[in-house]
């Protein structure tokens, strides 16, 4: 089992809480433009704190008894079940009403990109692990520096369409977002589970604390592109009002 550094577990514990705590506050932000009101605004944000966690929690000590560490053909594979089922369980949470209405709330389209400006510390936490020799580098230099990419223009694309910018920039910015998570994923898959033989091995996928990653922020991350990308969906297809004529130049 691999134990990276302290300072190591710091960097990669400190980008996936602040991930879903940038969510929360994405949600209490548009809980109080939908007019929800500031208590109810903060019961939403901490119900969200309290189910994201609670599945970060669970999904640490699921791998601290290490069964996501295991092989195709031997067992459950776990980690899989997890990404999928937590994913699914974000999706249909963001249909409760309440939820649907903060996400739809004036300014909480530009918002729902500030949680990826955290993948960068994830990104940083992947090249440096390979770095000391732990992870192979088919995974972690795409998975790391796409992390990092996507993290760096992160608030580019929030501010882009604070001010108004252009709906098509952020959808090519979710686009990316979402190629890479689907490549470290799949990169993740074949290099953990041994389909694809390296050395280093990316066992340490599976373990404290890489594989809060993709079991627990890499869904997340997913959901919020989605989010995201049918929000900007609607707005490019809602017709714009008809310009007014020209009035009639005076003689």
């Not at 092989?71 to 594979?77: E, F, N, Q, V």
């Not at 732990?134 to 998975?143: D, E, I, M, Q």
């Not at 033989?197 to 594989?211: C, D, N, R, T, W």
């Amino acid at each position: 089992m691999y134990d990276p550094p302290g300072s190591l577990w710091a960097l990669t514990i400190t980008g996936i809480i602040a991930i879903p705590a940038a969510t929360c506050l994405v949600l209490y932000g548009g809980a109080v433009r939908a007019g929800r009101g500031r208590t109810r605004a903060a019961l939403l944000a901490g119900g969200a704190a309290a189910v994201l966690g609670s599945w970060f929690t669970a999904s640490a000590v699921i791998a601290g008894h290490g069964w996501y560490h295991a092989r195709l053909g031997h067992g459950i594979p776990w980690m899989p079940v997890a990404i999928v089922g937590f994913f699914g369980a974000l999706l249909a949470l963001s249909r409760i009403p309440v939820v649907r209405r903060a996400l739809a709330a004036p300014g909480t389209m530009s918002r729902l990109e500030l949680p990826h400006a955290f993948r960068a510390i994830e990104g940083t936490a992947f090249v440096a692990i390979m770095a000391l020799g732990h992870l192979p580098a088919l995974f972690a230099l795409p998975a790391g520096l796409g992390d990092i990419a996507a993290g760096l223009a992160a608030p580019l694309a929030a501010r882009s369409l604070a001010r108004g910018g252009s709906r098509r920039t952020a959808l090519w910015f979710n686009a990316f977002g979402m190629t890479d998570l689907i490549s470290a994923l799949t990169l993740g898959t074949l290099t953990g589970f041994q389909l694809v033989h390296v050395s280093p091995s990316g066992a340490p996928i599976s373990e404290l604390p890489l594989a809060l990653i993709p079991t627990a922020a890499v869904p997340l991350l997913f959901a919020l592109h989605i989010t995201s990308v049918s929000a900007l969906i609607r707005t490019l297809r809602t017709p714009r009002p008809a310009a007014a004529p020209l009035a009639a130049a005076t003689r």
